[in-house]
């Protein structure tokens, strides 16, 4: 494997994680709204379902998103009949394999991060006159964007390093769906990979590492601030 595949593996992982987690990001923030502030029956068997990824093992949910968006599945109609293609063995079924596995992460952190702003703030401001969408505007969403931030991020991580619902999802394809733990798979299995094994395990440590540090440092910055109120 030359430099010029491992750079292009590098930046695939990069891109499937970033586009995963863009994608993700609004579907986590508004579960992790609802499960924090929300009062409906059910509420216990969806947060149930939002965080089923972390327990299942990721074979059995790449193997539920092969069903959902198969040619012959409920998504992938959708997907054929829009855009006449599939996601699979292509790097955007790679993006939604690692955003589904990255959603429970991203809702606990933020649905922590809107149970901590203080409620008092919000009635206190509704008092003086604010509807529930200038409060959720200027009091909720202010003080809970660390937090948020520090879902994200940890989300990314947790995206870099996706590997079984994926290969089960999209199959390892070089240059479509082989991101950083594929690859690493794949250069095991060389009798020379050795080598390779060694540098793509060093940037994906590096990346991960990062996105853990730039998460605690978020999540503390929030802290401070509550604190601070």
Do not use: C
Request: without cysteine; charged residues 15%.
């Amino acid at each position: 494997m030359d430099s010029g595949q491992f750079w292009t593996i590098v930046v695939l992982s990069l891109q499937v994680g970033g586009v995963a987690i863009l994608a993700t990001l609004p579907i986590a923030f508004a579960l992790a709204y609802l499960l924090a502030r929300g009062r409906f029956r059910g509420k216990l068997l969806l947060d149930g379902i939002v965080h089923l990824p972390l327990v299942l093992p990721p074979v059995v949910t790449g193997w539920l998103l092969l069903l959902l968006f198969a040619p012959s599945g409920p998504f992938g109609k959708v997907t054929q009949a829009l855009f006449g293609a599939t996601v699979l063995f292509h790097w955007t079924g790679a993006a939604i394999a690692a955003g589904v596995m990255a959603l429970p992460l991203m809702v606990r952190a933020m649905r922590l991060s809107i149970e901590a702003v203080d409620r008092r703030l919000e009635d206190a401001a509704r008092t003086l006159g604010a509807d529930r969408r200038r409060v959720f505007a200027t009091i909720t969403l202010p003080l809970s964007l660390p937090g948020i931030l520090a879902g994200a991020v940890l989300g990314f991580a947790r995206a870099l390093g996706e590997f079984g619902a994926t290969i089960t999802f999209v199959s390892n394809v070089p240059g479509q769906t082989r991101t950083l733990p594929l690859a690493i798979y794949s250069a095991l299995q060389l009798p020379d990979g050795e080598g390779m094994v060694w540098r793509l395990a060093a940037v994906s440590v590096l990346l991960a590492l990062a996105a853990l540090v730039g998460s605690e440092l978020l999540a503390r910055r929030a802290g401070r601030g509550l604190h601070v109120l």
